[in-house]
């Protein structure tokens, strides 16, 4: 079977996940293939925006790229597509421009990370230089919402008054669909700061420290790295 069939059958997968008339979200975790990789999967990008847009979807996030290969777990693409529903998904999957532009994408990547994801877009955002990823594995009796209400929360508070906070909606994967590596977090989101100064004296503070403890009865793992906003 090749790579686009199997891809219109993760789109049909995703409809049992999602149901059919709601807004769809989906989670894109890219490797590029080689040097020149990134040249083609970015090309991909730039022919699939007016594709996507003709059905009604369009970026949810913007375009984050890794800034350190240190990390065990580092995409070098990361972003989050936001479809009007399964069928805008489908729509845009089985269109004839969409199919001519596919190879692109299999070129471009060498891996892929697909899956559906909820969205909590309750905080407020903030835009500035400096951009963190937050990756969080949550423990198996602890909820998203206890998590938010003991951590995320507080964290708001404190980002606040280092001139920092969101950057993004907070996505919640439902699973991995697609690639060679399960999507273990649970919880995706991205912070902000002016600039690295704030950021340093955020990471400094004793209020982040005392929160910080309530974590071991929360997470399981997380990752946290800096990251870079990438234009198409």
């Not at 529903?85 to 729509?91: D, E, H, R």
Request: aromatic letters at 12%; a negative charge; glycine letters at 6%.
């Amino acid at each position: 079977m090749n790579a686009f069939k199997t891809l219109i059958l993760l789109v049909i997968a995703t409809l049992f996940l999602n149901g059919c008339t709601s807004k769809l979200h989906m989670l894109n975790l890219i490797w590029y293939d080689g040097k020149d990789g990134k040249t083609t999967f970015h090309e991909y990008l730039k022919r699939a925006n007016p594709i996507a847009a003709k059905h009604g979807a369009h970026l949810h996030s913007e375009l984050y790229a890794s800034t350190n290969e240190t990390f065990e777990f580092n995409p070098d693409l990361l972003f989050v597509v936001q479809y009007p529903s399964f069928g805008g998904m489908f729509s845009v999957l089985t269109d004839d421009e969409f199919e001519e532009i596919f190879e692109l994408r299999a070129k471009g990547a060498k891996r892929k990370i697909l899956t559906s994801c909820d969205v909590d877009d309750s905080f407020p955002t903030v835009d500035g230089k400096i951009a963190i990823l937050n990756m969080v594995d949550l423990k198996w009796n602890v909820s998203y919402e206890t998590y938010k209400k003991d951590y995320l929360e507080p964290l708001q508070i404190i980002a606040s008054q280092y001139s920092g906070g969101l950057r993004t909606a907070i996505y919640l994967p439902k699973l991995s669909v697609q690639g060679n590596m399960a999507m273990d977090a649970d919880v995706i989101f991205v912070q902000s700061f002016i600039d690295e100064n704030a950021y340093s004296a955020y990471l400094d503070s004793q209020e982040l420290h005392s929160l910080e403890k309530n974590l071991v009865n929360l997470i399981g793992e997380k990752v946290v790295q800096p990251i870079k906003t990438t234009l198409l």
